[in-house]
T-cell receptor
Framework: DTGVSQNPRHKITKRGQNVTFRCDPI?????LYWYRQTLGQGPEFLTY????????KSRLLSDRFSAERPKGSFSTLEIQRTEQGDSAMYLC??????????????FGQGTRLTVV | GDSVTQMEGPVTLSEEAFLTINCTYT??????LFWYVQYPGEGLQLLLK?????DKGSNKGFEATYRKETTSFHLEKGSVQVSDSAVYFC????????????FGTGTQLKVEL
């Protein structure tokens, strides 16, 4: 198992363009989380899935953001009409939920988005 | 809402010095508490955790004790090494809240010879 994989590692886009990031979790993990981290700050929760169901979305997740996890495997995070304020590191994490709580969350290395 | 406050960095220490990184939290209820570490160029890794009051988490010489009375979870290590240089994040989560993590702002540690 190679851990949580995120692609691309870096993305530079022009303001107004759409971007899509992909996260491949650890294969047996049923929960998948997206976080955003800006410079000098800790990661902030965006949304999470249990299998294919999106169970919670943060208020940080504006209408321009959408996330999917078809078939409960990999996930995509799309940002439409990007703004300079969207520049950040986007982190994905996965874990297993077993009724009374999660196992340890494993993080990917993130996708760094720069909007110019 | 829930929040985590960490001491600001950067913290610069000489090798073999004693390390303390302060962390306090504000939450309704009793969360699980975590320390994550991010080494240069790598993803976040769980360092240690504690799930209830008075629990002590420990790993790689690091320790932290869940103090309900002071709502704290300070990270300590008796003798740091250059290889401990990294950014350390304190975090909390609730099982009923989907186990999503609420992080502090991180504390950068630099250990010099």
């Amino acid at each position: 198992d190679t851990g949580v994989s995120q692609n691309p590692r870096h993305k530079i886009t022009k303001r107004g363009q759409n971007v899509t990031f992909r996260c491949d979790p650890i294969s047996e993990h049923n929960r998948l989380y997206w976080y955003r981290q800006t410079l000098g700050q800790g990661p902030e929760f965006l949304t999470y899935f249990q299998n294919e169901a999106q169970l919670e979305k943060s208020r940080l997740l504006s209408d321009r953001f959408s996330a999917e996890r078809p078939k409960g495997s990999f996930s995509t995070l799309e940002i439409q009409r990007t703004e300079q304020g969207d520049s950040a590191m986007y982190l994905c994490a996965s874990s297993t939920y077993r009724g009374r709580g999660n196992t340890e969350a494993f993080f990917g290395q993130g996708t760094r988005l720069t909007v110019v | 809402g829930d929040s985590v406050t960490q001491m600001e960095g950067p913290v610069t220490l000489s090798e073999e010095a004693f390390l303390t990184i302060n962390c306090t939290y504000t939450a309704t209820g009793y969360p699980s508490l975590f320390w994550y570490v991010q080494y240069p160029g790598e993803g976040l890794q769980l360092l240690l955790k504690a799930t209830k009051a008075d629990d002590k988490g420990s790993n790689k010489g690091f320790e932290a004790t869940y103090r309900k009375e002071t709502t704290s979870f300070h990270l300590e290590k008796g003798s740091v090494q250059v290889s401990d240089s990294a950014v350390y994040f304190c975090a909390l989560s609730f099982t009923g809240g989907g186990n999503k993590l609420t992080f502090g702002t991180g504390t950068q540690l630099k250990v010099e010879l």
